[in-house]
Structure formats: C-alpha cells, structure tokens
C-alpha cells in the first residue's frame, strides 16, 4: 500500500499517508537563560528556587520539560490538510512523550527536524503522531526526541493501519499499582499562569495550526485559544481561560524531579483540563527504575494526566534525590 520511495514508508500505510510521510519540516530554534528562566517560572519555580530562577546560580538549569518548547515550531508546520475532511476545530492533543538524550544545555542553537511518525485510521478519527528530532547546532548531538499525537475526529475512513506498533516509553500504559502511592506532591497554581505560560512561544491570540496546545477533554475541545482570552474559552465550552496542558505535564515533571530525582523521559495523557487558580496533585510510584504517576485537580477530584510515567536516570534509579 505504502511507496517504498519514502523513507519511512510502512506497508501497511494507505497511499495517503505514505505521501505525507515524506514531508520533513527543519528549523532553528535559539535560546539564552532568560528562555529557559521563562520556562521555569511558567511551570512554577519559585524565586527561592535558585537554580531554576538565577542565571548566575551555580547549578543552574532548565527543567527537564524544557524540551518541549524547542520543537514547538516545527511540529507545529506540519500540514494535516491531505486527512480527510480535515478541520483543525476537531483536533485534540491526546499525548506528549519527550525523551531527553543528552544535558540540556542553558542556552544555544538547536535544530529540529519533524515529520510524522505514525497515522491511525480509527474510522471516524485519524490519530496521528509527530516525531521532532533537536539536535544541537554545532556538535550536531541529539538532544530532545518528542513524539506528539493528535486526535482528529472525523477525519478517519483513509484506509491504513488501526492499531499502532509498541514504542515502548511513548506508548506504554503507566498503570498505577494497586498500593498507596511513595510520593504525593500537590501545587496551587496561580491565576495568571497561563498568561506567563504563553510567552514560551505561542503568542498568537487564534492559534491556528497549533498541533501541540490543543486539549482533550472526555467531550469537547477548546483550542489554546481558551488559555487566555474569555471569549475564545466559550468556543470549548468553558466559562473561563484553561491552562496549557504542556504546562501542567512540566508541573507533574517537576513533582517526578523533586521526589525521585533526574529522568532521561516522560510520557503523559491528556485526561482533562485544568483552571489557573486550581492545586494540582501528583500521586507517584516508583516501580523499579520507571515513575508512574497521575495528576489530578484538587478542587474538583479530577485527573488531568493519566498512563502517564518517568523513566529515572540510572542514578536516580538506585535511589538519589535532588
């Protein structure tokens, strides 16, 4: 089925995908410490917090979840419009994974090179993964992999495959054992969060074309429009602005960091929304050398982020805390 002229072509892939499997968008992305200071502060690091807030710490770092951001511009330029019936107000952000290859450098040029990794018809939806690999400009070392999939209700029927292969980390279910959880971290978020959030690199009040700040929620969408102005929340079916879900998956991965140590990746599920304002909890356990880990809202007894893990440096995995 699928044109064996293409790269990554698969053969079980329709025509239709094959095709667009072959688009690769590459880009920069440069950034100094105050990026990765903006990133920190948006997922709630603290002015105490010197190591994540002050350049001139001697620690100093980004939060492991700042491979995020990078890869945002590319991911985001790939065309979906050969879906089917395709209708950017029926996407949904259903999954991040983002694995981190090597130390996050405190500023730099990077390059991402994005294409699709994976397309499921699912009959009345098409479910479609994204891969960007970042690399470091000069030396050329690799040093975020995301995997972003997107839902695009009514966009199915194009043939192809309906089950996607095992990816381990990025496709793994991240059940919770049947036990108290080892580390509970909760976190009130603040009013204004999503308006800080934002400055990472979605500034565009309509966000159209946006793959990854879309959110899914059990029955309706609402665009990354929702996160900041009134109006564009009523769209979604909210009567107030949501917070990004990438934010509260920096949040969880701030809570991972702080109870178990580093972790070379992390995988989340979009499960519901969150208001700013609201407290988030994190539940984890540790199961050998992986984080499973759910978050919910506090106030509403929702969870937010579910079959959702960690995988712990081999430091962090023997049992070393930050």
């Given at each position: 089925?699928?044109?064996?002229?293409?790269?990554?072509?698969?053969?079980?892939?329709?025509?239709i995908?094959a095709?667009?499997?072959k688009?690769?968008v590459?880009?920069?992305?440069?950034?100094t410490?105050?990026?990765?200071?903006?990133?920190?502060?948006?997922?709630?690091?603290?002015?105490?917090?010197?190591?994540w807030?002050?350049?001139?710490?001697?620690d100093?770092?980004?939060?492991?979840?700042?491979?995020?951001?990078p890869?945002?511009?590319a991911?985001s330029?790939?065309?979906?419009?050969?879906?089917?019936?395709?209708?950017?107000?029926?996407?949904?952000?259903?999954?991040?994974?983002?694995s981190?290859?090597?130390?996050?450098?405190?500023?730099g040029?990077?390059?991402?090179s994005?294409r699709?990794?994976?397309?499921?018809?699912?009959?009345?939806?098409?479910?479609?993964?994204?891969?960007?690999?970042?690399?470091?400009?000069?030396?050329?070392?690799?040093?975020f992999?995301?995997?972003s999939?997107v839902?695009?209700?009514?966009?199915?029927?194009?043939?192809?495959?309906r089950t996607?292969?095992?990816?381990?980390s990025?496709?793994?279910?991240?059940?919770?054992p049947?036990?108290?959880?080892?580390?509970?971290?909760e976190?009130?978020?603040?009013?204004?969060?999503?308006?800080?959030?934002?400055?990472?690199?979605?500034?565009?009040?309509?966000?159209?074309?946006?793959?990854?700040?879309?959110?899914?929620?059990?029955?309706s969408?609402?665009?990354?429009?929702t996160?900041?102005?009134?109006?564009?929340?009523?769209?979604?079916?909210?009567?107030?602005?949501?917070?990004?879900?990438?934010?509260?998956?920096?949040?969880?991965?701030?809570?991972?960091?702080?109870?178990?140590?580093?972790f070379?990746?992390?995988?989340?599920?979009?499960s519901?929304?969150?208001?700013?304002?609201?407290?988030?909890?994190?539940?984890m356990?540790k199961?050998?050398?992986?984080?499973?880990?759910?978050?919910?809202?506090?106030e509403?007894?929702?969870?937010?982020?579910?079959?959702?893990?960690?995988?712990?440096?081999?430091?962090?995995?023997?049992?070393?805390?930050?």
């Amino acid at each position: 089925m699928a044109d064996s002229t293409s790269p990554f072509a698969d053969f079980q892939d329709s025509p239709i995908v094959a095709q667009a499997e072959k688009e690769v968008v590459v880009n920069q992305y440069s950034y100094t410490e105050r990026d990765v200071i903006l990133y920190n502060l948006g997922i709630g690091a603290t002015e105490t917090q010197l190591q994540w807030t002050y350049e001139g710490a001697e620690d100093f770092s980004a939060l492991p979840t700042f491979g995020v951001i990078p890869q945002f511009s590319a991911s985001s330029s790939l065309s979906l419009d050969w879906l089917p019936d395709f209708d950017l107000t029926k996407l949904l952000h259903g999954e991040q994974y983002l694995s981190i290859k090597a130390p996050i450098p405190t500023n730099g040029d990077l390059v991402n090179s994005a294409r699709i990794l994976e397309v499921l018809d699912k009959g009345n939806a098409a479910a479609v993964t994204i891969i960007v690999e970042t690399r470091e400009k000069h030396s050329e070392e690799v040093i975020f992999e995301n995997q972003s999939t997107v839902f695009v209700r009514g966009s199915g029927g194009f043939g192809g495959r309906r089950t996607g292969n095992d990816r381990g980390s990025a496709t793994a279910p991240n059940t919770p054992p049947e036990r108290a959880p080892d580390a509970i971290i909760e976190e009130k978020t603040h009013t204004s969060q999503a308006a800080l959030y934002r400055l990472n690199g979605d500034i565009n009040p309509l966000h159209v074309g946006n793959l990854l700040y879309s959110h899914m929620t059990d029955e309706s969408l609402t665009l990354h429009d929702t996160q900041i102005l009134p109006e564009f929340a009523a769209i979604g079916g909210f009567d107030k602005p949501i917070l990004h879900g990438l934010c509260s998956m920096g949040i969880a991965g701030k809570h991972v960091l702080q109870a178990f140590g580093p972790f070379q990746d992390i995988k989340v599920r979009f499960s519901g929304i969150v208001y700013p304002g609201e407290t988030l909890v994190t539940e984890m356990w540790k199961e050998g050398s992986k984080v499973v880990f759910i978050t919910k809202v506090q106030e509403r007894d929702a969870v937010v982020l579910s079959s959702a893990g960690a995988s712990l440096t081999k430091k962090a995995a023997t049992g070393a805390k930050l």
